[in-house]
């Protein structure tokens, strides 16, 4: 069964457990790790490292460079033993966001297409390690990835050592699906060829010497499942918002019937956005995303996807069984791509994608929030939002527009954190409404916004500040004085309701 | 010799006065207008246009998107006739600026290379009437440009009529220097097949239906020239920092040793730091920029670039007579593209350029506003600053660490309006000295912008805000309540020094 899957016989003889592959790492070294959004990741060598740590009880920490987040609890494991010094370029775990916020892990916090370029480029310390998840090793040595490509073939590529995870556990018939492309170095790399979504333009796998390979490990544990919610009332409103827009624009001749590739940002509301297309007119649409959600695999399921790319596949248990058991049936509809791949800026733009991610917060000129709470405390990342909304044909941000039952306001005066500026943001969907932003100047942004997507309970204060800012005068007028001072109300006291308002509610 | 210039016959019998051209400009329409920070600019028909509107004495209005900038007080004309109802990308003179700050004209403020997708894709109002300057028009119907190519291509391809305003004083050897491609739409168009600065790609004018040209003004005015002033001493100490950074990405194999393609923004202290590389060791250098201003004709008369492209060509009056007189010893080594592809982010990132901004004021964490005074009074526009930052090898931002005689600190806790986040900026230089931001976490680079970029005025006030921000613990650790209170302070009583420092001076 092993030789099966481990074909190239120049490995047969590098097969350890992962107590001795995690021996190798010493204080101080980085990690490359696969996995992106809990798919795909390395999930038994990074937990006997952080066992090994505790054991030993003496300071010992590494930098780990991801795809994205990891499942299994890798992070929170990581994170725990406090074995992590840099970490890089998303996290999505509770324990690991602790230590970030309290100064105890150093994050950086970056465009998930960039990361390979500084690896490239040699900007960051040099991987001492990769350790990445495989289906398989092909006669010729090529690393099949399992769920996910994200960074782990520039980790392969730039890595001193290789550790391979060999996941028995994970569909063999992943092989095949994976369409591996790495450019050159900049200023000496070609076009990338790809113009359109279902096109294969590199490889399918991971190229590897085998003289790098130190370590196969054999595991069998399966991805973490999705955590993502089913879509409510108030996200099936939203997508509705959505739909009714995309029709809009078709009528008047801006996109084509079938839209344009479509991408959505990881979490619940973007999911439930692309649900509402289930019960759409819309057909032969088209997915070029990073993750691969459940909406995804139901949209193709319904024939209304006629094709899917993405860098991972993160679906709930339930969708996950499923599609692992029937991924012949996919098999003509889907690949897998390096992260610098799918949300690499020349793709993007050439394409022109329609992009749907969430927002933390907008303000009224159009910035937008997606990462740091109250302006300081990280949630997750940028993620790949970047990547996308600058160079999307259209660049769409969802978000619930009160949350803490009313006591916040996802609409406020200035966003206490700018992840997307005002430059990047073309529509905002609350369940309220939609505010398409295009070609109006920020006085004229900010009513849009207020009237459309801010929810009733705050509709007042918005205008109230506008108001007084627009006596102030400029361009993008506000009364700095007063920007922050919903978020230091909430600080205080809890809420950002007016206290007349709070009263009458 | 209108004839050697105007060499389409199909076109001999449209001369007309600007007068009469001006005249078929409704009210409500939509021009685009030639020219990029002030060359090239259509320079007698907006004027005509103007005048007409105060004589006439009834409300007129018309939207106005140019390439970026005009000259010629063309901009400072239309806004003080208050003909000009909506501007975009970006503009640059004191009128028109006051008028966008009072609300009285709306300015989109726009990426200057998302302005032709916005056009080709009917997101804005379509174009009514193209107005472009040309050194020539060729016996098969090319628009040879003057000294900046700019949107002219996009204006003309989708404008309903086209006037083109013949300048006889522009250099006729300008022909043959331009380089015009123009992408497909988005979804159908290949890959932009430039991979080398000195590469030819597109056709030596604008393709246009003899058809839709309504109209050819003669005209006989230089492009107005340059306001840059000269390098001072602090702006060769922040080439001086800049270049001792190259030189040591060199020594450590990140960089080759010609470097890599460099953009310099407009403006005095990116065309100084530009100044810094004529003492400096490097040759064989190359230009992809969007403006070239005096210091790149100085470099390639010194030898030390090789080969130069950018979509305008902007000098002072005594270097433009000179290049404009010795054009042929520049015609190997210079190209003038669209604004589209100069600041495509697909040949940015594969190039892999360096990157050279000047930003109006910086944050501890890395963000920059380029943009709004105070948050709020627009100066000139992002133009291209984020096409470049985002997709750039090196993203550079210089800035004099203190303005107003000390009274304005560039380097403050949080920037008031944010363009650039802290996902995008690598490198900050002041006269104080240097910040390499890349693969720092936030608390890491706060620490080094305090203590190598910001003014010895300021250090222990940024220190101060730091140290209190820590107490609050977070990613982005900040006191929110006080994170504006330099600029409020400012906007009160003329300076963000602190009292006690203001005192002891």
């Not at 009880?57 to 499942?71: C, H, I, M, R």
């Not at 058991?325 to 690949?335: A, G, I, M, P, V």
């Not at 309220?432 to 801010?454: F, K, M, V």
Request: proline share 4%; aromatic share 6%.
């Amino acid at each position: 069964m092993v030789w099966e899957r481990l074909r190239d016989k120049r490995l047969h003889d590098k097969i350890v457990q992962a107590e001795e592959a995690a021996s190798w790492i010493e204080d101080g070294m980085t990690l490359g790790l696969s996995g992106f959004t809990r798919a795909g990741d390395a999930k038994v060598v990074p937990v006997a490292l952080a066992e090994r740590a505790k054991r030993e009880g003496k300071p010992f920490s590494v930098n780990v460079y991801t795809g994205a987040s990891l499942g299994s609890d890798v992070d929170a494991v990581m994170a725990e033993a406090g074995i992590v010094r840099k970490r890089l370029p998303f996290q999505a775990d509770p324990v690991m966001r602790k230590k970030i916020n309290s100064g105890e892990m150093m994050f950086i916090d970056q465009h998930l297409s960039h990361t390979a370029e500084w690896i490239r480029s040699g900007v960051l310390d040099p991987i001492d390690y990769a350790i990445v998840e495989a289906v398989a090793v092909t006669e010729d040595g090529y690393i099949i990835p399992a769920t996910s490509v994200g960074n782990s073939n520039i980790f392969v590529e730039y890595a001193k050592h290789v550790i391979i995870e060999l996941n028995m556990v994970q569909s063999a018939a992943l092989e095949g699906l994976h369409d591996v492309y790495t450019p050159g170095k900049q200023g000496e790399r070609e076009p990338i060829p790809l113009t359109k979504v279902d096109q294969r333009i590199g490889q399918i796998g991971i190229p590897v010497d085998p003289a790098k390979v130190k370590g196969i490990v054999i595991t069998n544990q399966m991805d973490s499942p999705s955590t993502i919610v089913e879509p409510d009332e108030e996200t099936a409103v939203m997508a509705g918002h959505l739909i009714r827009f995309l029709r809009e624009e078709v009528e008047k001749g801006r996109l084509p019937r079938n839209l344009a590739p479509l991408q959505s940002g990881i979490g619940t509301v973007a999911n439930a956005v692309f649900n509402g297309f289930l019960d759409s007119e819309f057909s032969d649409l088209t997915v070029f995303s990073e993750v691969l959600q459940d909406a995804v695999f139901d949209l193709l399921d319904a024939g209304k996807i006629a094709f899917a790319s993405g860098c991972s596949i993160t679906l709930t248990a339930e969708k996950m069984k499923h599609v692992m058991e029937n991924l012949d049936q996919y098999r003509d509809k889907l690949l897998l791509r390096p992260q610098e791949i799918t949300n690499h800026p020349e793709l993007i733009r050439r394409m022109g994608l329609i992009s749907i991610n969430t927002a933390l917060e907008v303000d009224i000129y159009g910035n937008v929030n997606s990462t740091n709470v109250s302006g300081t405390r990280m949630m997750n990342g940028i993620g790949g939002s970047g990547d996308f909304a600058r160079n999307a044909r259209l660049a769409i941000f969802v978000t619930k527009s009160i949350a803490k039952n009313g006591h916040i306001s996802s609409i406020v005066p200035f966003v206490s954190h700018v992840d997307h500026t005002e430059h990047d943001v073309d529509i905002i969907v609350t369940e309220q409404g939609l505010a398409d932003l295009r070609g109006l100047a920020p006085r004229e942004r900010a009513r849009l916004i207020i009237e459309n997507c801010a929810h009733p309970l705050y509709r007042d204060q918005l205008r109230d500040y506008f108001e007084e800012a627009l006596t102030r005068g400029g361009h993008t007028p506000h009364v700095l004085e007063k920007a922050f001072s919903w978020h230091t109300q909430y600080a205080q006291e809890g809420s950002m309701l007016a206290k007349e308002t709070a009263s009458s509610r």
